[in-house]
C-alpha cells in the first residue's frame, strides 16, 4: 500500500523545503511510509562542503558542479551564467581540469551503480535527500559508464523520478554530481552495469519519447534500424532538417494519418543579442513544416515580438528552444546550428 505523500525537507522530518531545479512554488515529494533508502545517519557530513558513505565508503561533493558551497547550502550560479550543464564529453574535459594529476586520490563522474545509492526511494521532485545535498535539482545527472551494447549511448538518473536511463553522448546536457575513492565491490567484483541484456535492449529504445515499461515496446523498430542511411550533420547524427527537405520523409499532419495541407510560414527572425557570438537565425518556415504554431505558441514563446526572455539557461532547463532540442531534435550543444548569422567582427569556428 502506498502511503500518504506529504512535503518534507531532508529525512529527519522537516515540513517543507525547495528543490533545485524547480520553480520556488514546487516543493520534495515525500511517502510518508517505508524505510528511507539514503538514511542521513548513514553519511558523514563534513564543514568542506562533502558527505562519506559510511557504507560504500565513497566522498561525495555535496553540491553539483557549477553550484557552490557557502557553509549551509548550495548556491546557483548566476543567471545567462552556463556552467552547471555538460555535455558528457564537456562533463568528462571538466573533471579533468579540475583535478591535480600529482594526487592519487582524484575527483571523478560516479558509475550509474555508485549515483544510484544516492537516489531516495521515497522521495520525487528531487529524489535525494535534501539534508544530505541541499537545493539539489531535479534534473538528469551523467554517469561515467557507457551502455555495454552501444558505447554511443550513457547511462544517467533523473533525480526528478529517481529513475535510469540512456541518452547519446552528444545529445544531451546534464548535471554532474562528483565523487571520489574506491569504487565499492559485490562479491568481490567491482560494481558494474546493473542491466541484463533485456533491459539493455529496452534502454536503447529509450529515446524520451517511448513508455520503456511498455510490454509491447520492442515490437517497435528501433530509433538505430529505422534512421540507418539518413544524412547525418557534423557530430554524426541525423540531420532531420535535410532529412525532411530532401524529401526523404513526410511528417503526418494528424495522428490517424489521413493528409491535410501543412501551414507554412516562411518568416525568418534574426536574434542579435548574442554576446559576442554570430547572430542566431530562427527560420520559421522549416518549424512549420513539422509542427502546427500550437506546439509552441503560446506554451513556450508569447506570440508578441520581444517577449521571450530567451538564454542558454532557460534552453537547457528544458524552457523555449530547449523543450524540443536536446530531446527530440538536435542538440543546444550544435552552436553552429543556430549561431549562423556572421557579422563584422565575428568570424566563422566550425
Known amino acids: 500500500m502506498i502511503g500518504k505523500r506529504v512535503l518534507i525537507g531532508g529525512l529527519c522530518g522537516a515540513l517543507t523545503c525547495v528543490a533545485g531545479g524547480l520553480s520556488a512554488a514546487e516543493q520534495q515529494q515525500c511517502v510518508d511510509s517505508g524505510r528511507a533508502s ?31 558551497w557557502d557553509g549551509t547550502t548550495c548556491r546557483e550560479a548566476p543567471r545567462k551564467q552556463v556552467k552547471s550543464w555538460f555535455s558528457w564529453q564537456g562533463a568528462k574535459a571538466m573533471v579533468a581540469r ?16 555508485e549515483l544510484k545509492t544516492l537516489v531516495e526511494s521515497r522521495c520525487q521532485k528531487p529524489a535525494i535527500n535534501l ?37 547519446l553522448k552528444t545529445n544531451y546536457s546534464y548535471y554532474v554530481r562528483l565523487v571520489k575513492g574506491e569504487a ?16 539493455e535492449e529496452i534502454a536503447a529504445r529509450n529515446d524520451g519519447i517511448h513508455d520503456i515499461e511498455n510490454p509491447d515496446l520492442t515490437l517497435l523498430q528501433r530509433y538505430d534500424q529505422a ?18 527537405l530532401d524529401g526523404i520523409i513526410e511528417p503526418r499532419t494528424t495522428r490517424e494519418g489521413d493528409q491535410v495541407e501543412m501551414a507554412v510560414w516562411d518568416h525568418t527572425i534574426i536574434f542579435k543579442d548574442t554576446q559576442g557570438m554570430p547572430w542566431v537565425r530562427f527560420p520559421h518556415k522549416l518549424h512549420s513544416m513539422w509542427l502546427a504554431c500550437e506546439n509552441c505558441h503560446d506554451q513556450f514563446f508569447e506570440t508578441k515580438t520581444g517577449t521571450a526572455d530567451i538564454s542558454m539557461q532557460s534552453i ?35
Open 131 to 167: 539534508e544530505l545535498f541541499p537545493n539539489a535539482p531535479a534534473w538528469p545527472f551523467w554517469s561515467s559508464s557507457e551502455l555495454s551494447s552501444n558505447p554511443d549511448y550513457v547511462w544517467r538518473i533523473d533525480f526528478s523520478s529517481g529513475k535510469l536511463g540512456t541518452d
Open 38 to 68: 539514503t538514511p542521513t545517519e548513514r553519511f558523514a557530513i563534513f564543514d568542506d562542503g562533502t558527505v562519506r558513505d559510511r557504507v560504500t565508503g565513497l566522498l561525495w561533493k555535496r553540491c553539483a558542479v557549477g553550484q557552490s
Open 98 to 113: 579540475l583535478n591535480d594529476p600529482s594526487q592519487k586520490h582524484q575527483w571523478r563522474m560516479p558509475s550509474i551503480s
Open 316 to 350: 537547457y532547463t528544458g524552457q523555449h528552444c530547449g523543450a524540443c532540442h536536446g530531446r527530440v531534435a538536435f542538440s543546444p550543444n550544435s552552436c553552429e546550428r543556430c549561431h549562423s548569422e556572421l557579422y563584422p567582427g565575428v568570424q566563422k569556428w566550425w
Open 184 to 199: 565499492p565491490k559485490l562479491d568481490g567484483r567491482t560494481m558494474a552495469k546493473p542491466r541484463s541484456a533485456e533491459e
Open 227 to 244: 534512421t540507418l542511411g539518413f544524412p547525418l550533420d557534423t557530430r554524426d547524427q541525423v540531420d532531420w532538417a535535410k532529412v525532411l
